[in-house]
Structures are given as C-alpha cells and as structure tokens.
T-cell receptor, first 111, second 113 residues
Framework: GENVEQHPSTLSVQEGDSAVIKCTYSDSASNYFPWYKQELGKGPQLIID?????GEKKDQRIAVTLNKTAKHFSLHITETQPEDSAVYFC??????????FGTGTRLKVLA | DTEVTQTPKHLVMGMTNKKSLKCEQHMGHRAMYWYKQKAKKPPELMFV???????INESVPSRFSPECPNSSLLNLHLHALQPEDSALYLC????????????FGPGTRLTVL
C-alpha cells in the first residue's frame, strides 16, 4: 500500500546549524507534499509545502526540495533556533482526501 | 482567518459515558477530517466529510460516530469507549479534493478511564 518513510527519527543539532529531514514516498501519483511542525500538546502546523510541478520552494529559513524521479522530498532548516525544536511530519497526497504521513522526526536544537 | 477550533481541550470520561467533541472552521473549507493521534505517532485518519457528506470511514469502530451539521461544524460523538481509545483527537479542514493545504486544530486530549 501507500507509505511514506521518514528519516531520521530523532535529530539533534547545535543552535545555528542546519537540519535536514528526508522522506520517500511510494505512490508515483502523489502530487502534493506538505510538512508539519508539531509542538508538545498542540496540533500539527503546516510550515511549508510543495507541489509535484516544482522542484524547490523556500520560505525564509525553511526550504523543501522534491525529486519526483527518486520519489524523495526533504525539509531543510537553516540557522536553527531553540524554538525549532518539535516533531516534524512529512506527508504525501494524491487527491483522495488521504494524506499519508511519515513517522515523524523529533528535532532538538541545543543552545 | 486560518484557524480550526476544537472543544473541549481536555476530556476525561468513563467507559459508560457519552460525550461529544466539537470542531469549527470559518475558512469556507468543504472537507473536514477527524484524526486520532497516539503519543509519538503520526495522525491516523478516522473520517472525512466532503460537502457535508461522509466520504471516508477508515473502518472506525461504531463507538465513534461523526456528524457534520453544516459546512463549518464537525462533531465526533463518543459512546462506550475503551481505555485504548485515549489519545489526542485532531480535527482538520481543507478546501477540497485537490491537493490543498490542510489545517489542523489544537486537538482534544481524551482520557478514558
């Protein structure tokens, strides 16, 4: 069935360093790829997304890249700050109301 | 306004109780979702309403009963739950079937005793 693999499961970086989280999807019909940040006790917050006709998208310190051939997409956070510490989920969507989520990455930014 | 609101924030109920979770959005979104999230896991889809009609039921036990009274409101009625149903219940909405941003509410933390 459809699935999304996400790595790593945990990631610790020093404040100011970059963080990269990678996802691989299985269904080539997927055409929309959102990233969510979830802080403790809160709902997931959409932080950036990318559509299949775009290879890269950037919003300030956050960027997402998509390689459709390899079915990979990645989240890049530069100049990390303590408030970036959270769980990040990737997802893949192909138009059936079902967003297939990755397993999550717990990011810790060490001050 | 890109906000999805959920009430209550916390709920503790016994296995014989009946309670309801409520969700509201005023973004004009026509798709609304219920997810269940266990600790350290991704959200797990339960139900999807599209244009106020139930589109997806992910084989959820009948002790969970969804309702969509209008395009802005979504309820989840709970009855005879089990302790393993304790979780964070998330509501979300999106504009429709096309790949669109899905916005989540803050969730209801449910504990079943």
């Amino acid at each position: 069935g459809e699935n999304v693999e996400q790595h790593p499961s945990t990631l610790s970086v020093q404040e100011g360093d970059s963080a990269v989280i990678k996802c691989t999807y299985s269904d080539s019909a997927s055409n929309y790829f959102p990233w969510y940040k979830q802080e403790l006790g809160k709902g997931p917050q959409l932080i950036i997304d990318i559509r299949s006709n775009v290879g890269e998208k950037k919003d300030q310190r956050i960027a997402v890249t998509l390689n459709k051939t390899a079915k990979h997409f990645s989240l890049h956070i530069t100049e990390t700050q303590p408030e970036d510490s959270a769980v990040y989920f990737c997802a893949a969507y192909k138009g059936t109301y079902k967003y297939i989520f990755g397993t999550g990455t717990r990011l810790k930014v060490l001050a | 306004d890109t906000e999805v609101t959920q009430t209550p924030k916390h709920l503790v109920m016994g296995m014989t109780n009946k309670k309801s979770l409520k969700c509201e959005q005023h973004m004009g979104h026509r798709a609304m979702y219920w997810y269940k999230q266990k600790a350290k896991k991704p959200p797990e889809l339960m139900f999807v309403y599209s244009y106020e009609k139930l589109s997806i039921n992910e084989s959820v036990p009948s002790r969970f009963s969804p309702e969509c009274p209008n395009s802005s409101l979504l309820n989840l009625h709970l009855h005879a739950l089990q302790p393993e149903d304790s979780a964070l219940y998330l509501c979300a909405s999106s504009a429709g079937l096309a790949g669109n941003e899905q916005f989540f509410g803050p969730g209801t933390r449910l504990t079943v005793l």
